[in-house]
């Protein structure tokens, strides 16, 4: 071989070696530098009684696989999909803390965090914790006997000197009728903390008088189902003469046979939390919050132009310039966040703010995890909204983010995953005769605000609304959800519902050109909603 040949030879070598190299460096390049798809564990745990007074959990790998549209590789394919093998390999583990229990995800063999990384998958909300009424309630747990009680029975009304109406409860006779002792102490008596934390909002309107249950107790809900009670007839609205018939006077419940010590006790700090849905499913998403204590603050002047309802309010610009303000504090360091509480407060003449917006955080960073509290005062129906309009504040720990005592003379409503029941609309369904959220939605855009306008209940949130709203497209399209998904089990009892296989949303576009921007849609106010 020449000298030439070998000059030749070995230039040959290096041109493939540089290609090569530069191959392994643009692969490596688009491999760390992709989306990670985020699966949140704590969404797909199933809580089970133990049978001796204690918990287990489960890790629900079918639904997951499911909704997350992950392949479900046969046996001849499970080499090819080591990532679903990982997940299937992981437990929950339920250990009790206190006088509540810690959940955190654990695997027999190997950490996955690499090979689930290395095949685009990050999991989020690994550890969290649940009160025990919370996580009883997780179980499906319930008393033998559940006592159901009217809200509107035990309402009492006042006629004041202009001749209009007040409102209060009869709480002594919820106590009675629950079976429970007018003096039981609410430090011990879960049934009896949450009825005396139950009162009613009475506002005059065109119609009427509209009154609706309110609470101090955030957990109110878990708590009235910890003690076997059930709360119905939580808002409706009486004629003047209605009104008349319920004038009566409330004798307040007897003091508690047991005080609380009047000596500060020192608190225990709350521990690191990670994000997990402690926002109770079933809190009054028609009724408000009503806390009693307040610490003033230097404000603006209160707008007169603040509303009043978020019935009929496109929340998307608002909620943008919240999370626009929550980047811009956190910057580059921001690991994850997760939309834990979300409240509306709307104040009375005496507040200084006509309406108060809030988000509380679960925000993960390369440092640590904290709670981090975002406010909008003075909320109009009309106004653009930016990050300087948003006040951010770090709290210590999940109970005082979750607090709402810095709201004085504010009805404080509790909003479940982007939305709250509406009486304007409390008696439509958010579904249509062929069972659809959005008909149009294969053939016309769907704006944000009509998205906003769905009407929703206790049990079908907007969160999960959406979720119908996007996979609907995928259902007329022909695609084939797993045999034990919701959808599924919701869809085939259609007859338009025709599965052919799989269609992914490009598949689907082709056919229907509006569903490509629609799902975009839906799942930047799915994001907005539960990350912010």
Same mark, same amino acid.
Request: proline residues 5%; charged residues 25%.
């Given at each position: &071989?020449t000298?030439?040949?070998?000059?030749?030879?070995?230039?040959?070598?290096?041109?493939?070696?540089?290609?090569?190299?530069?191959?392994?460096?643009?692969?490596?390049?688009?491999?760390?530098?992709?989306?990670?798809?985020?699966?949140?564990?704590?969404?797909?745990?199933t809580?089970?009684?133990?049978?001796?007074?204690? $918990?287990?959990?489960?890790?629900?790998?079918?639904?997951?696989?499911?909704?997350?549209?992950?392949?479900?590789?046969? *046996?001849?394919?499970?080499?090819?999909?080591?990532?679903?093998?990982?997940?299937?390999?992981?437990?929950?583990?339920?250990?009790?803390?206190?006088?509540?229990?810690?959940?955190?995800?654990?695997? %027999?063999?190997?950490?996955?965090?690499?090979?689930?990384?290395?095949?685009?998958?990050?999991l989020?909300?690994?550890?969290?914790?649940?009160?025990?009424?919370?996580?009883?309630?997780?179980?499906?747990q319930?008393?033998?006997?559940?006592?159901? !009680?009217?809200?509107?029975d035990?309402?009492?009304?006042?006629?004041?000197?202009?001749?209009?109406?007040?409102?209060?409860?009869?709480?002594?006779? &919820?106590?009675?009728?629950?079976?429970?002792?007018?003096?039981?102490?609410?430090?011990?008596?879960?049934?009896a903390?949450?009825?005396?934390?139950?009162?009613?909002?009475?506002?005059?309107?065109?119609?009427g008088?509209?009154?609706?249950?309110?609470?101090?107790?955030?957990?109110? &809900?878990?708590?009235?189902?910890?003690?076997?009670?059930?709360?119905?007839?939580?808002?409706?609205?009486?004629?003047?003469?209605?009104?008349?018939?319920?004038?009566?006077?409330?004798?307040?419940?007897?003091?508690?046979?047991?005080?609380?010590?009047?000596?500060?006790?020192?608190?225990?700090?709350?521990?690191?939390?990670?994000?997990?849905?402690?926002?109770? %499913?079933?809190?009054?998403?028609?009724?408000?919050?009503?806390?009693?204590?307040?610490?003033?603050?230097?404000?603006?002047?209160?707008?007169?132009?603040a509303?009043?309802?978020?019935?009929?309010?496109?929340?998307?610009?608002?909620?943008?310039?919240?999370?626009?303000?929550? *980047?811009?504090?956190?910057?580059?360091?921001?690991?994850?966040?997760?939309v834990?509480?979300?409240?509306?407060?709307?104040g009375?003449?005496?507040?200084?703010?006509?309406?108060?917006?809030?988000?509380?955080?679960?925000?993960?960073?390369?440092?640590?995890?904290? $709670?981090?509290?975002?406010?909008?005062?003075?909320?109009?129906?009309e106004?653009?909204?930016?990050?300087?309009?948003?006040?951010?504040?770090?709290?210590?720990?999940?109970?005082?983010?979750?607090?709402?005592?810095?709201?004085?003379? $504010?009805?404080?409503?509790?909003?479940?995953?982007?939305? &709250?029941?509406?009486a304007?609309?409390?008696?439509?369904?958010p579904f249509?005769?062929?069972?659809?959220?959005?008909?149009?939605?294969?053939?016309?855009?769907?704006?944000?605000?009509?998205?906003w306008?769905?009407?929703?209940?206790?049990?079908?949130?907007?969160?999960?609304?959406?979720?119908?709203?996007?996979? *609907?497209?995928?259902?007329?399209?022909?695609?084939?959800?797993?045999?034990?998904?919701?959808y599924?089990? $919701?869809?085939?009892?259609?007859?338009?519902?025709?599965?052919?296989?799989?269609?992914?949303?490009d598949? !689907?576009?082709?056919?229907?050109?509006?569903?490509?921007?629609?799902?975009?849609?839906?799942?930047f106010?799915?994001n907005?909603?539960?990350?912010?």
């Amino acid at each position: &071989m020449t000298n030439a040949s070998i000059r030749r030879l070995i230039g040959g070598f290096g041109t493939a070696l540089v290609f090569l190299i530069c191959a392994v460096v643009i692969g490596a390049h688009f491999l760390t530098g992709r989306s990670l798809q985020r699966i949140d564990v704590s969404e797909y745990v199933t809580v089970q009684s133990d049978g001796a007074g204690g $918990y287990t959990a489960s890790f629900d790998i079918d639904r997951l696989i499911t909704k997350e549209r992950l392949h479900n590789p046969t *046996e001849t394919e499970k080499a090819e999909y080591p990532e679903i093998a990982a997940l299937k390999g992981l437990a929950i583990r339920v250990t009790p803390r206190g006088d509540g229990y810690e959940l955190e995800t654990v695997t %027999s063999g190997e950490d996955p965090t690499a090979l689930l990384k290395q095949h685009g998958i990050r999991l989020i909300n690994t550890k969290w914790s649940l009160s025990g009424a919370e996580i009883a309630a997780a179980a499906g747990q319930r008393p033998a006997q559940e006592t159901s !009680l009217a809200f509107a029975d035990y309402v009492r009304t006042n006629r004041t000197d202009s001749g209009d109406f007040t409102a209060a409860v009869d709480i002594r006779s &919820m106590l009675r009728d629950a079976g429970i002792e007018a003096d039981a102490d609410p430090e011990t008596n879960v049934g009896a903390r949450a009825l005396r934390s139950l009162d009613v909002a009475c506002s005059k309107t065109d119609d009427g008088y509209r009154l609706q249950t309110t609470s101090t107790l955030p957990t109110v &809900m878990e708590d009235l189902a910890a003690a076997g009670i059930k709360i119905t007839n939580t808002q409706w609205t009486w004629t003047a003469a209605e009104m008349e018939k319920h004038i009566g006077t409330v004798t307040p419940p007897d003091a508690p046979k047991t005080l609380v010590p009047e000596t500060p006790v020192p608190a225990t700090p709350d521990a690191p939390e990670s994000a997990a849905p402690t926002t109770p %499913s079933g809190t009054f998403n028609d009724t408000p919050d009503k806390t009693p204590e307040a610490a003033a603050t230097a404000v603006p002047a209160r707008n007169p132009n603040a509303i009043t309802t978020l019935y009929g309010f496109d929340q998307t610009e608002l909620r943008k310039a919240i999370r626009a303000a929550k *980047e811009q504090k956190y910057g580059s360091s921001i690991e994850s966040s997760e939309v834990k509480y979300n409240y509306f407060a709307v104040g009375g003449d005496s507040a200084q703010y006509g309406n108060v917006f809030r988000l509380v955080y679960v925000i993960t960073t390369s440092t640590g995890t904290e $709670y981090l509290v975002a406010d909008v005062y003075d909320v109009e129906l009309e106004t653009g909204y930016q990050a300087s309009d948003v006040k951010l504040t770090v709290k210590e720990g999940r109970t005082a983010a979750r607090s709402t005592d810095d709201l004085k003379d $504010y009805t404080v409503y509790t909003l479940n995953e982007g939305s &709250m029941v509406f009486a304007e609309n409390k008696d439509k369904s958010p579904f249509d005769k062929d069972g659809l959220v959005k008909a149009k939605s294969i053939s016309e855009a769907l704006t944000y605000d009509e998205l906003w306008d769905i009407p929703t209940t206790d049990d079908m949130t907007l969160l999960r609304l959406l979720g119908y709203a996007r996979n *609907e497209m995928f259902a007329r399209g022909g695609h084939k959800f797993g045999d034990s998904s919701t959808y599924t089990k $919701y869809y085939k009892q259609f007859s338009w519902y025709k599965p052919t296989g799989k269609v992914t949303a490009d598949q !689907l576009a082709e056919k229907y050109p509006a569903t490509k921007k629609n799902i975009t849609t839906i799942k930047f106010l799915e994001n907005l909603i539960k990350e912010g």
